[in-house]
């Protein structure tokens, strides 16, 4: 009786992590973007290792604010620092892409969308590591789980909603890698709008997170 009762208290807990996981990834954002873009022009193999990046860092900051719960409080000084340098490669990242977007012959099936990171299993660590959304995201979810008395300071329950957290960041972004496959047949007519819009994206939230940092951080100098 108890080994059931145990049993579908952490399905239930598997299932509110991917739920929660699945809404987070599932809006257009620069992760599941560059999901799709690598699945097109790059091949399915180098977007689920790109997706395999992402999906390990997710994996390991909500594991470390699982377990620091009790002694770490999140420093705003953290994302005074952990921000710009994520501006920083955002603006790269629009920079490159606008670059091929202007040689658009550039781009095929045999080259990598991004020249400056060559690995796409590095670039989906890096993109997720510098999202500094994550971290308010998941601490209020915690948070949210914990006060509702669904998640315990337990690895039997702690376990089941890191990996419902995976399975439903990995689903989202297979949703954008089959896209990607479906739209690779037809790379060649779409080349130059993919670096556009993705060069766009980057530019987009490297300006929200600079307008974030001024507001949150800056002006609270004065």
Same mark, same amino acid.
Not at 56 to 62: K, R
Not at 86 to 110: M, P, R, V
Not at 164 to 170: K, M, N, S
Not at 196 to 201: N, R, W
């Given at each position: 009786?108890?080994?059931?009762?145990?049993?579908?208290?952490?399905?239930?807990?598997?299932?509110?992590?991917?739920?929660?996981?699945?809404?987070?990834?599932?809006?257009?954002?620069?992760?599941?973007?560059?999901?799709?873009?690598?699945?097109?022009?790059?091949?399915?193999?180098?977007?689920?290792?790109?997706?395999?990046?992402?999906?390990?860092?997710?994996?390991?900051?909500?594991?470390?604010?699982?377990?620091?719960?009790?002694?770490?409080?999140?420093?705003?000084?953290?994302?005074? &620092? #952990? !921000?710009?340098?994520?501006? +920083?490669? $955002?603006?790269? /990242?629009?920079?490159?892409? =606008?670059?091929?977007?202007?040689?658009?012959?550039?781009?095929?099936?045999?080259?990598?969308?991004?020249?400056?990171?060559?690995?796409?299993?590095?670039?989906?660590?890096?993109?997720?590591?510098?999202?500094?959304?994550?971290?308010?995201?998941?601490?209020?979810?915690?948070?949210?789980?914990?006060?509702?008395?669904?998640?315990?300071?337990?690895?039997?329950?702690?376990?089941? &909603? #890191? !990996?419902?957290?995976?399975? +439903?960041? $990995?689903?989202? /972004?297979?949703?954008?890698? =089959?896209?990607?496959?479906?739209?690779?047949?037809?790379?060649?007519?779409?080349?130059?709008?993919?670096?556009?819009?993705?060069?766009?994206?980057?530019?987009?939230?490297?300006?929200?997170?600079?307008?974030?940092?001024?507001?949150?951080?800056?002006?609270?100098?004065?």
């Amino acid at each position: 009786m108890f080994i059931t009762e145990d049993r579908h208290k952490s399905i239930r807990i598997a299932t509110s992590g991917f739920l929660i996981s699945l809404i987070g990834a599932l809006p257009l954002g620069t992760l599941n973007l560059t999901t799709f873009e690598i699945a097109a022009t790059d091949g399915t193999a180098s977007a689920l290792s790109f997706a395999s990046g992402v999906v390990f860092v997710e994996l390991l900051v909500v594991s470390l604010m699982l377990a620091t719960a009790n002694k770490m409080v999140i420093k705003l000084s953290f994302y005074k &620092y #952990i !921000i710009p340098v994520a501006i +920083g490669f $955002l603006i790269y /990242l629009s920079i490159t892409n =606008f670059y091929q977007f202007s040689h658009a012959e550039g781009i095929s099936k045999t080259t990598t969308m991004f020249q400056g990171v060559q690995s796409p299993l590095l670039l989906g660590i890096l993109l997720s590591a510098l999202n500094p959304l994550q971290f308010p995201y998941w601490f209020g979810w915690n948070t949210a789980m914990v006060q509702r008395k669904k998640l315990e300071g337990t690895a039997s329950t702690q376990i089941p &909603y #890191i !990996i419902g957290i995976g399975a +439903g960041t $990995l689903g989202a /972004l297979l949703c954008f890698i =089959f896209l990607g496959s479906y739209i690779s047949e037809h790379i060649i007519k779409y080349e130059s709008i993919l670096s556009l819009i993705l060069g766009l994206a980057y530019l987009s939230f490297s300006i929200y997170l600079l307008f974030l940092l001024f507001r949150r951080y800056l002006t609270t100098t004065t």
